[in-house]
């Protein structure tokens, strides 16, 4: 009964657009109910604990300063972190393209001869689709973060990037572990479902020796690399297994150690509504006798360099995945993240996803919002999304407009006569008159619309519109003006 | 005798020749011709010598934010060279004016020439919401309205994140006599309109409607009152569909009402 209706479609060459993929979402209660409360739980945490930061606007600045002179010069600090990274005892392995990327890992894993690999969260690997293909490739993946193991055992998929299992609750989460790790009376006591998680993950971070993880920052300077948590789990995996494989994408990296200052604390705040995270991995390269022996990083550009190419979208880049945009979005709250049709979901993931799958599933992503600011208002390194959005909008305009079978699309034709009439007043004052004519076939004797074809039914199926006024704005004023001044009402 | 304050006197002053041009915009010219008649009741009470421009048409925002960047842009061109030399623009809708500021200098710069582009910075400070215009610029928030009903304010999000608006229609509103004015919980959250993200996303949008008509019903107001009439109409035509019996109203129309001259009758 917890399963799901419907299987979440999360890769966007395929997934279907948005406003039909959020169709099963808005009436499925349940749904909607878990994500809103899980949203207000973090967002009254994040709106506390930034209030108390008298200076997060300046944090927000400095932030948003750091991230955008590690992309300004991308090439050097990354060329800086391979020196110090391989220096250190790790092995940095470049690739192009998600394909690049999951042959490099499995290339890494015959060596180890692993069959069995412990994971990690990260949205990088779930970008590149790397569990199917390790799976295929006869290799069993085991998440180890909570919210994944849910997914994985309840064979659903992440609708957010740091609570990937937000729209979950306790009872369903019992459900999956009862069936999934075969326990019979299990509560729905939180303490009980982590007492059956940590049992099953104990087994597998004591036996399994390679583990597969991400990077919440690459630090240019020292060659470290950071990822922060908050289960301890990510810990495990990065301290227990013999070999550690971490992926990242090629944004990630940060000049300066000292620039830890600044983005850990817009981090947590942003994230979770934290002042700090509880765990902070810190690592570089390999220390003899402490930790994984063999350690290899993967840099991942699929698509990364081509969004640092262009001036607007190159912020989007500045990313450190908090996901404060998402649950500040009127959009998401309503849809959850299935929806997007992508690992990345919410603003970021409607302009993100776009970007990185080059331009598959644009048609309906950048138009996921109502441009209302609010992810702006929120982003902690300030990425101006509705700029971006707007961005990409008219990137795909300017596709589509060249295609045939648009000349007649009603959007395109109404847009293009809208622009005539726009740039002549008389034929605007025309078109007024016209469409008040073609209204009030449909105005009732109430002076209400209920009820239109075409797009327009698309807004008369929940509203209704007031029908067109006898007498325009510019046709009082000249009435009043020609009947001799002010009086004339 | 007549007697004046000193601040009387210097409001007085301030806005002697006093000369602002309004920017009614398309909606409101086709679909809310009452706000702007409430616009010039309002301006002329106060004193301001109104201008009107019968060729204007539409700031871009449309195609703006629906990727038409070449037609915004001759939009924002038109509106540029009509309004250059006039002294202020007053525009009773928060959204155009967040087009114009957000939108213009990047078209421009992109897709303008220089000339272009020195008229847009020297006309930029000159544009004004209405609100912005009032408390800002004729410096009055006391514009001797009645209004004697309940009602509640709704941010447009423009008006408050683009033009960071704060607490102006708050104290415009305080003002107005036998007005009770009821806060709205989940201020900032959109109602969903969007423009064409209304049509586009009609299901998405009608789920953002539902949830914001949840919080305003339960202020009990008898009027939603908004500076933008694109998110009234939205949540106008559901509490008309609904029945719910509370009706939108632009605030020009809100601070134009008096004891003689009543919302009604402008409407």
């Known amino acids: ?489 | 005798m007549i007697y004046y304050s000193t601040s009387r006197l210097m409001f007085i002053l301030r806005v002697m020749a006093m000369r602002a041009s309004l920017f009614i915009t398309c909606y409101n010219d086709t679909l809310f011709p009452e706000t702007g008649r409430a616009v010039v009741a309002l301006l002329e009470r106060l004193g301001v010598e109104l201008d009107f421009n019968s060729r204007q048409t539409c700031c871009g925002q449309m195609h703006a934010n629906t990727g038409f960047r070449a037609e915004s842009f001759s939009q924002a061109k038109r509106f540029i060279r009509q309004y250059q030399d006039v002294e202020v623009v007053v525009i009773p809708s928060s959204s155009c004016v967040a087009m114009i500021r957000d939108q213009y200098p990047g078209l421009v710069h992109e897709l303008g020439n220089a000339s272009l582009r020195s008229e847009l910075d020297a006309l930029l400070p000159r544009v004004y919401e209405l609100s912005e215009f009032l408390t800002d610029r004729l410096r009055v928030e006391d514009v001797g309205a009645y209004f004697p009903h309940r009602v509640t304010y709704h941010a447009s999000c423009h008006g408050l994140r683009s033009l960071q608006l704060g607490d102006r229609p708050a104290r415009l509103l305080a003002k107005v006599r036998g007005l009770d004015l009821v806060p709205l919980a989940n201020l900032d959250r959109c109602c969903g309109f969007g423009g064409t993200f209304s049509v586009k996303n009609g299901e998405v949008s009608s789920a953002m409607l539902a949830a914001k008509l949840q919080d305003i019903v339960v202020t009990g107001a008898e009027f939603c009152t908004a500076l933008d009439n694109s998110c009234l109409m939205h949540l106008g035509g559901a509490l008309h569909r609904q029945f719910v019996g509370m009706r939108t109203i632009h605030m020009a129309e809100i601070l134009a009402s008096t004891e003689a001259v009543p919302a009604e009758a402008i409407a």
């Open chain 1, 1 to 489: 009964m917890s399963q799901p209706a419907y299987h979440p479609v999360l890769d966007p060459a395929v997934a279907p657009p948005f406003p039909d993929a959020a169709l099963p979402v808005l009436r499925n209660p349940q749904l909607r109910k878990n994500v809103a409360h899980a949203i207000d739980v973090i967002q009254t945490k994040r709106g506390r604990l930034v209030e108390e930061k008298a200076d997060w606007q300046a944090l927000r600045t400095a932030a948003a300063a750091i991230r955008t002179q590690a992309l300004e010069n991308l090439g050097a600090y990354l060329e800086e972190f391979e020196a110090r990274c391989t220096a250190a005892g790790g092995v940095v392995h470049w690739a192009a393209d998600a394909e690049g990327a999951r042959r490099i890992i499995l290339e890494l894993l015959r060596e180890e001869n692993a069959s069995e690999v412990i994971k990690i969260k990260t949205m990088t690997a779930a970008e590149i689709q790397l569990n199917p293909h390790l799976e295929a490739a006869g290799v069993k993946v085991f998440e180890t973060d909570l919210a994944e193991i849910i997914l994985q055992l309840g064979g659903d998929e992440p609708s957010h990037i740091v609570v990937p299992a937000l729209h979950v609750n306790r009872s369903q989460v019992r459900e999956i572990f009862a069936r999934r790790m075969g326990i019979e009376n299990l509560s729905d006591d939180p303490q009980a479902l982590t007492a059956a998680a940590r049992s099953y993950l104990r087994q597998k971070f004591l036996s399994v020796p390679t583990a597969i993880g991400g990077a919440n920052f690459l630090i240019a300077e020292t060659g470290s690399v950071a990822v922060v948590e908050s289960e301890g789990n990510g810990r495990m995996c990065l301290t227990l297994p013999r070999t550690l494989i971490t992926l990242a994408g090629i944004e990630k990296v940060l000049p300066r150690y000292q620039d830890l200052e600044v983005m850990l604390q817009v981090l947590a705040r942003s994230a979770t509504g934290e002042r700090m995270n509880p765990y902070t991995s810190l690592w570089t390269g390999v220390t003899p006798g402490d930790g994984p022996q063999r350690f290899h990083i993967v840099l991942l550009d699929n698509g990364r360099s081509q969004i640092l190419a262009r001036q607007t979208e190159r912020q989007t880049l500045r990313c450190i995945r908090c996901a404060a945009c998402m649950n500040a979005c009127p959009v998401y709250r309503q849809t959850g993240g299935h929806a997007y049709g992508s690992i990345y979901p919410g603003p970021i993931g409607a302009i993100l996803t776009p970007q990185l799958m080059q331009m598959h599933h644009a048609q309906s992503l950048p138009y996921a919002s109502s441009l209302c600011g609010a992810c702006y208002e929120v982003c902690p390194v300030k990425i101006n999304i509705p700029e971006v959005l707007i961005e990409l909008r008219s990137q795909v305009t300017d596709q589509e407009r060249k295609q045939l079978r648009r000349i007649f699309d009603p959007m395109y034709l109404g847009l293009r006569v809208a622009n005539l009439l726009f740039s002549r007043a008389w034929l605007f004052h025309a078109a007024q008159r016209l469409g008040r004519m073609a209204l009030g076939w449909f105005t009732g004797k109430d002076g209400w619309i209920h009820s239109l074809p075409g797009a327009g039914e698309k807004w008369t199926q929940t509203r209704d519109l007031r029908g067109m006024p006898k007498q325009t704005f510019h046709a009082w004023w000249a009435a009043r003006r020609n009947a001799g001044g002010k009086e004339a009402r």
